[in-house]
């Protein structure tokens, strides 16, 4: 298992400015995921980030808007940029278990609320 | 690409009791995984139960048991002697070679004491 740290837990935030989350993991993990969870929904993939290269961008989410960062095997941040009030959801960071048992394993999660 | 259906929204269950909650999936992918989450009101996503496609033994973890029917592409968990500790929301997954996961939209279960 890897245990995940999230910062913030939750903010609440101002319609246009940007906020950046912070994910720590334990232990060292190639690669590491950005879920989005909007209220009352399911999880939807934002990007896959590998360390030493870029984000992998999922269908209707673009870098400009999701910028992220992977500076080493156990960090990584996601800012979600310029917000509105459809931003507001719950931001998660997820990794792969080292069994090769393709389970993932999640952070607390970010909440963001935008006004 | 993989689709994953929960048609119950909410199910509920009297503490002690037995309840099963439905998934279907759809994948072109040959190996795969299949994994039911709990997210109880913390948000944090808590692993319950996996499934290796290719194992035709259904997994049990405790309380917790699936229903694995390859060839319907169903994949219901069953929670036997249902505790309060067991409301959550509860989503189905599936998952190939690349961890990628994709979710079912979640069923919202409460236990009834």
């Known amino acids: 298992s890897a245990v995940i740290s999230q910062k913030p837990s939750r903010d609440i935030c101002q319609r246009g400015t940007s906020l950046t989350i912070q994910c720590q993991v334990d232990?060292?993990?190639?690669?590491m995921f950005w879920y989005r969870q909007q209220p009352g929904q399911s999880l939807t993939l934002i990007a896959t980030?590998?360390?030493?290269?870029?984000?992998?961008?999922e269908s209707g989410f673009v870098i400009d808007k999701f910028p992220i960062s992977r500076p080493n095997l156990t960090f990584s941040t996601l800012t979600v940029s310029n917000m509105s009030p459809e931003d507001s959801s719950i931001y998660l960071c997820?990794?792969?278990?080292?069994?090769?048992?393709?389970?993932?394993?999640f952070g607390e999660g970010s909440r963001l609320t935008v006004l | 690409a993989q689709t994953v259906t929960q048609s119950q929204p909410e199910m509920s269950v009297q503490e002690a009791e037995t309840v099963t909650l439905s998934c279907t999936y759809d994948t072109s992918e040959s190996d795969y995984y299949l994994f039911w989450y709990k997210q109880p009101p913390s948000r944090q996503m808590i692993l319950v139960i996996r499934?290796?496609?290719?194992?035709?033994q259904n997994a049990t973890e405790n309380r917790f048991s699936v229903n694995f029917q390859k060839a319907a592409k169903s994949f219901s968990l069953k929670i036997s002697d249902s505790q309060l500790g067991d409301a959550a929301m509860y989503f189905c997954?599936?998952?190939?070679?690349?961890?990628?996961?994709?979710f079912g939209k979640g069923t919202k279960l409460s236990v009834i004491p």
């Open positions: 997820s990794v792969v278990g080292t069994g090769g048992t393709g389970e993932l394993f």
């Open positions: 980030a590998n360390q030493g290269s870029e984000a992998t961008y």
């Open positions: 499934q290796e496609a290719y194992k035709q």
């Open positions: 997954a599936s998952g190939a070679g690349s961890y990628q996961l994709t």
């Open positions: 232990s060292q993990v190639t690669m």
